[in-house]
């Protein structure tokens, strides 16, 4: 079911998207983008610090001091959940609730993004449960794995920029850092409001107007999708890259990085579609079949896409052994030249598979 989905503008300008669902029973969602994320840590020169700036008001906004009781509390009682995310390009408050209380769940979001207390004793606090979450991050080999990719293949590029941080970085930020951040980073300027839900669109921008007049008006620039930062660096082809680990498995991942798309949306859903053409279907895939099941060389393989305003990224990845390295990289090249990949029945199959997966959603 296509839903229809409406643009509005907030009094203060922010852009509102609306998809407005016939169903009261359905739970809604919000989510409120901040167009900045990791790839501006430089603003500050603070690896890791929209990361830290994303944890921190889950400890106290002015309108809920309280922070996680006030908050996640609240809507656990109420059946429903918020997060936040950061990524390279963007940072994330989101909440899924009952749709009958959807205006005090946007509160909550616009206080994350506009208002958090930034006491002394929440950023001591939560700097210690990041570097708990950087070691856990650190103790997974494909983490590690995407890490080194993009040190490699982004050098000197924000792309390059460790979403977390690292230990050492995070010891050296302080509360100065966070202030700094967020006047440079945070604003009305940079933000972008996503509902979905069985609510009036017309209610929906009204309360919006209201609670965003929160976020502050900061002299940053505009952005209300992701930036761009300039050209990646030239990859020269038939290189590779190794990092010795303390892991006993090694993944192996196979790299090409591609142009850029631009706005062209049958070039994007190609990009898709070619990962479909090597995924779909598990097992039954060219990629597992040839991989796993004919070489018995990995548990699991899988094909991925990387999107961004600067470039773009086919990879395929396996996890295996040592001595495996180079047989695993024969097995990719083996899965592009099959033809059953350009085949018909292929294709078809990707169509259906790809349908069905939609219906499901």
């Known amino acids: 079911m296509d839903l229809p989905v409406q643009a509005l503008v907030s009094d203060q300008g922010i852009p509102i998207y609306v998809e407005q669902y016939p169903d009261v029973y359905r739970p809604m969602a919000i989510e409120l983008c901040m167009c900045s994320g990791a790839a501006d840590d430089g603003v500050v020169n603070a690896p890791g610090i929209h990361h830290w700036a994303e944890h921190i008001p889950f ?29 390279l390009h963007e940072t994330i408050y989101e909440v899924a609730a009952p749709v009958s209380n959807w205006r005090e769940a946007a509160e909550m979001v616009v206080e994350l993004a506009a208002r958090p207390l930034l006491r002394s004793e929440d950023i001591d606090a939560e700097r210690k449960i990041i ?45 100065s850092d966070i202030i700094r951040m967020r006047e440079l980073s945070y604003g009305r300027k940079r933000a972008a409001v996503y509902i979905s839900g069985a609510m009036d669109p017309r209610a929906v921008k009204d309360h919006f107007s209201a609670l965003l ?116 990289i024969d097995a990719f090249y083996e899965v592009i030249a099959c033809s059953e990949l350009r085949s018909k029945e292929r294709w078809e199959f990707v169509q259906d598979s790809t349908k069905g997966s939609l219906n499901m959603y």
Do not use: W
Request: aromatic share 6%; charged share 25%.
């Open 213 to 328: 007049d929160r976020l502050p008006d900061h002299a940053i620039s505009e952005r209300r999708r992701p930036a761009k930062y300039g050209k990646l660096p030239e990859t020269l082809g038939n290189r590779k890259y190794v990092l010795e680990t303390e892991f006993d498995a090694t993944i192996v991942t196979l790299a090409f990085p591609m142009h850029v798309l631009e706005d062209d949306q049958q070039e994007i859903d190609s990009l898709y579609l070619l990962k479909d053409l090597f995924n779909e279907g598990a097992m039954a895939s060219p990629l597992s079949r040839i991989v796993r099941e004919e070489r018995q060389l990995t548990y699991g393989a899988y094909a991925g896409i990387q999107r961004s305003p600067d470039g773009n990224l086919f990879a395929m990845t396996a996890m295996t052994t040592r001595e495996n390295h180079d047989r695993i």
């Open 59 to 87: 400890r106290g906004t002015e309108a809920f001091p309280e922070g996680g009781k006030q908050i996640s509390g609240r809507l656990s009682r109420l059946g429903g959940a918020i997060n936040a995310q950061t990524s």
């Open 131 to 175: 570097a708990q979450e950087i070691q856990q991050a650190n103790s997974n080999i494909g983490y590690v794995n995407h890490l080194f990719m993009a040190k490699s293949l982004c050098a000197g590029h924000p792309y390059a920029n460790a979403v977390l941080g690292s230990a050492e970085s995070l010891e050296s930020l302080e509360r």
